[in-house]
């Protein structure tokens, strides 16, 4: 799903951005002298060498509160997990600082990281800078109009030194009322598909692009930050509607599909993100391939449900239900990666995570680094560059 070479589509994104191409620095990432094919090929390689821990800790996308450097690259050395997720609190003033946090982030290790940033734009913006149209103007507006901005978004995001959005909201609903309107493509699931689909594309050629919040939170009424919202809307209501965004996102080729915490009852009681059906859902029958990560698992804790009050617990349920990546912000601390990481391990020592589901897991996510690693492009302002015209 990653492209190797930049071609056409960042010659447009520097223009949009009022750079000449020449700004476009690609500067690959040296990867492990030992690796032989593709990216799939490496990246076996190197997890068959991991151990169970170090497999375990690389599916974990952890975060810590600070810009210091040296606090972020003792952290991601310490604990060995494979993302950090950019917040507030990580994102200083300008894109020159922002890229001393996200060089501290990859410092000293071999292969990068994943750096996620939720950049939707609008509602939801973590760079101050970003002055791009957003859902609740694109909502309204073509998808041609969508990939612009998403692609310009994109940009932004690659030249913070972050290699994954979590961009793009694939939810629909007309309810204004719902804490997702301002920030979905569409009321309309047919016309909102068309949005999201040219989203991704844009974003693709730059960084890796992710669908949120799987399967949907227009059918499910209420905030999941702070309770579980439930449905009672059927499978095939559901392939006919709430779907169809996400599967022209797959379609178009995204690198990530986010579990919401959220139940279509009808289908399964336990939240998507902790669901088994769910998870066959996406890779069966929408044919996603590349890496399911959780929304926050803090937000679970944040419902007060005493079922999900272990962090660990969720994360292992996660994990064992198809989940490839952990994301936990919300009641974490500097030790809560790792300690998710040791369960998570001595989880498939039990017996209760396959060793086969773990390697898979740890798989794709190397994948996904190795693919970034080998596609990323530097995007750093260039002193001799001329504005374009």
Excluded at 15 to 40: E, F, I, V
Excluded at 238 to 256: H, K, Q, T, V
């Amino acid at each position: 799903m990653r492209r190797l070479l930049l071609g056409p589509a960042a010659v447009l994104v520097a223009l949009a951005l009022g750079a000449a191409p020449a700004a476009a620095q690609r500067q690959p990432t040296a990867l492990p002298d030992s690796a032989a094919g593709g990216p799939a090929a490496q990246a076996a390689g190197i997890v068959e060498a991991m151990t169970t821990q170090e497999r375990a800790a690389s599916i974990v996308m952890g975060h810590i509160p600070t810009q210091d450097a040296a606090e972020l690259t003792g952290y991601m050395q310490s604990s060995g997990i494979g993302g950090f997720i950019l917040m507030g609190a990580n994102v200083p003033g300008s894109q020159a600082e922002v890229r001393t946090v996200t060089s501290a982030v990859s410092e000293g290790i071999e292969v990068p990281p994943l750096i996620a940033i939720d950049q939707e734009g609008g509602d939801v913006s973590r760079l101050s800078w970003d002055a791009f149209p957003a859902a609740r103007t694109l909502k309204e507006s073509s998808p041609a109009e969508t990939g612009a901005a998403f692609a310009s978004r994109a940009a932004l995001v690659a030249a913070a030194g972050a290699n994954v959005n979590f961009g793009v909201v694939a939810d629909t609903t007309p309810d204004a009322s719902s804490f997702i309107f301002g920030r979905s493509l569409g009321a309309d699931p047919v016309l909102a598909a068309d949005r999201v689909a040219a989203a991704v594309t844009a974003e693709e050629p730059l960084v890796a692009s992710t669908l949120k919040h799987f399967p949907g939170h227009g059918a499910a009424p209420g905030d999941s930050h702070e309770l579980i919202p439930s449905t009672t809307e059927t499978l095939e209501q559901w392939r006919e509607s709430d779907a169809l965004p996400f599967i022209a996102g797959i379609d178009a080729g995204a690198s990530l599909l986010m579990f919401g915490h959220l139940a279509y009852t009808a289908v399964d009681d336990a939240p998507a993100s902790l669901s088994e059906r769910w998870h066959e859902i996406a890779r069966d029958e929408l044919g996603f391939e590349g890496v399911i990560v959780t929304d926050d698992l803090g937000m679970l804790l944040s419902t007060g449900m005493p079922e999900y009050a272990d962090p660990i617990r969720n994360a292992v349920r996660a994990v064992a239900a198809g989940t490839d990546l952990v994301l936990m912000i919300v009641h974490s601390t500097p030790e809560t990666a790792a300690q998710l990481a040791a369960g998570i391990a001595t989880a498939v020592e039990d017996g209760e995570i396959a060793e086969e589901r773990l390697q898979d897991a740890a798989e794709r996510v190397m994948t996904l680094r190795l693919e970034l690693a080998a596609s990323g492009a530097v995007w750093a302002p260039c002193d001799d560059c001329e504005p374009a015209s």
